[in-house]
T-cell receptor
Framework: DQQVKQNSPSLSVQEGRISILNCDYT??????FLWYKKYPAEGPTFLIS?????DKNEDGRFTVFLNKSAKHLSLHIVPSQPGDSAVYFC??????????????FGQGTILTVHP | EAGVTQFPSHSVIEKGQTVTLRCDPI?????LYWYRRVMGKEIKFLLH????????ESGMPNNRFLAERTGGTYSTLKVQPAELEDSGVYFC???????????????FGPGTRLTVL
């Protein structure tokens, strides 16, 4: 049972335009949602989070929106830059288990930003 | 400050052999996690150490996998005997506290790519 899902394997965007990455979840008990970014041959790095009691969190060019009724969140990158090309993972701490600290990840979306 | 390091970066072994992966967490991080990503799928949790104790090993696939963290510093993950389906990238992460909160995120290592032939 996959509790966090990213249904788009890839996204291609022109430099300067907006990138929108989507994520759906099934477990309404998650308190936070996270986005991680991963470059080839590197580990995931934390990008931005949102609390389940908020509907928006902004950090520079990155904004995450949360729609709790739809169990959906999205990451907006504006404007997109070629250096943003990476795999983006949606994640949530906790889940079906005993460890609150463990992260439950989606499958990832490969973002390619073309110059 | 050094990040999370993992060794080796890549390992190719034959089915039935044994492989041991090593993770050195960030100094001072009591919490250490192992994750695995198989062929473009999601990154899956394997287990969580708090110091040398296993807090949660609910994600360990089977008893061919053995994780240790003697002394509460570095950790090893041994796969014995390795099977084809064990191929993937094994990530280690560490954090200061065990409960996620803003400012207490998990820092990931670069991963070990394991290929079982």
């Amino acid at each position: 049972d996959q509790q966090v899902k990213q249904n788009s394997p890839s996204l291609s965007v022109q430099e300067g335009r907006i990138s929108i990455l989507n994520c759906d979840y099934t477990n309404s008990m998650f308190d936070y949602f996270l986005w991680y970014k991963k470059y080839p041959a590197e580990g995931p790095t934390f990008l931005i989070s949102i609390s389940s009691i908020k509907d928006k969190n902004e950090d520079g060019r990155f904004t995450v929106f949360l729609n709790k009724s739809a169990k959906h969140l999205s990451l907006h990158i504006v404007p997109s830059q070629p250096g943003d090309s990476a795999v983006y993972f949606c994640a949530a701490p906790g889940g079906m288990g005993t460890s609150y600290g463990k992260l439950t990840f989606g499958q990832g979306t490969i973002l390619t930003v073309h110059p | 400050e050094a990040g999370v390091t993992q060794f080796p970066s890549h390992s190719v072994i034959e089915k039935g052999q044994t492989v041991t992966l090593r993770c050195d967490p960030i100094s001072g991080h009591d919490n250490l996690y192992w994750y695995r990503r198989v062929m473009g799928k999601e990154i899956k949790f394997l287990l969580h150490f708090v110091k040398e104790s296993k807090q949660d090993e609910s994600g360990m696939p089977n008893n061919r996998f053995l994780a240790e963290r003697t002394g509460g510093t570095y950790s090893t993950l041994k796969v014995q005997p390795a099977e084809l389906e064990d191929s993937g990238v094994y990530f280690c992460a560490s954090s200061y506290r065990g409960t996620w909160s803003p400012g207490n995120e998990q820092f990931f290592g670069p991963g070990t790519r394991l290929t079982v032939l």
